[in-house]
């Protein structure tokens, strides 16, 4: 009786390194043993190669979540290929606004009606969706990040005096 192996699901970057080696004239059978695969994994993996290229430069343009193993997109296609809420978290981010998941609630309902789809609801569990899906750790910063940018505006107007 043979033994079967575990079961093993590579990241995104593992995959890229498949096709990389695959691409540089490595066999089959030796990148299937190195990943601990089989060779119809490695083979699967090459053959959409395109679509995963296609996957990954989309994250990295998003939020570089190289440690993600599907490539699955969201339920709601429509909001998400607007991208519409991420670059406007990622607009308050950069700001330091501190963005709770009500906050982010409303402004994906906000943008699903300025977008008119109908079927769209956030629900209590979507920001934490949203999250998982965009590789977030947290949605607001921290209070000792705020402070310390608000006592660094605080001493800019002490040294420059405030503005007329």
């Known amino acids: 009786m043979s033994t079967t192996r575990k079961r093993k699901v590579l990241s995104s970057e593992q995959k890229l390194e498949v096709c990389r080696l695959v691409e540089n004239g490595e066999s089959f059978r030796k990148i299937a043993e ?20 296609d996957f990954v430069s989309l994250m990295d343009a998003s939020s570089s979540c190289s440690s993600r193993k599907s490539m699955k997109k969201a339920a709601n296609n429509a909001l998400d290929s607007a991208a519409a809420v991420y670059m406007w978290f990622l607009q308050k981010r950069a700001l330091d606004q501190p963005i709770s998941g009500l906050i982010l609630q409303e402004k994906a309902l906000d ?10 609801v956030a629900s209590s569990g979507w920001p934490r969706n949203f999250q998982r899906q ?17 006592f660094m505006l605080e001493i800019q ?6 503005a007329e």
Do not use: M, W
């Open 34 to 53: 190195s990943f601990g695969v089989g060779l119809s994994t490695v083979s699967d993996i090459y053959r959409s190669r395109r679509q995963l290229h």
């Open 111 to 120: 943008f699903s009606t300025k977008l008119s789809i109908d079927n769209f």
């Open 134 to 150: 965009h590789c977030l750790r947290e949605l607001k910063s921290h209070g000792e990040k705020l402070l310390l940018k608000c």
């Open 157 to 162: 107007l002490a040294v420059d005096g405030p």
